[in-house]
């Protein structure tokens, strides 16, 4: 009840279609920002090449490597020995509570 007189006092009245049920009349959209006048023109994109196709696992072997994805992510070696590192400590603790357990240390 509160949420439907609160959204009523903030959102202007809206004229709804006559095809609109009344449980969704109550129901408000309300718009952060204003609509473009123009829809945004699509940049020009190299043509796409099928997945799967022989162009497209060639363009593995011969297309560089793109160094803006690099230098955002890195190149995977500091993530790799973070996972490494806190694998190594979740076993060793694991094997450390087995040992305790069974009165081996």
Known sequence: MFAAALSAALVPSVRVPPTVG?????????????????????????????????????????????ETVTVERGDGTEQAAKFAASSFSVIAVLFI?????????
């Open 22 to 66: 009344a449980a969704r009349a109550r129901l408000f959209a309300v718009r952060c920002s204003e609509e473009p006048a123009q829809p945004p023109e699509s940049p020009e994109s190299p043509e796409l090449t099928k997945v799967g196709s022989k162009a497209y696992y060639e363009g593995f072997l011969t297309q560089p490597v793109d």
């Open 97 to 105: 509570g087995f040992m305790a357990s069974n009165g081996l240390l």
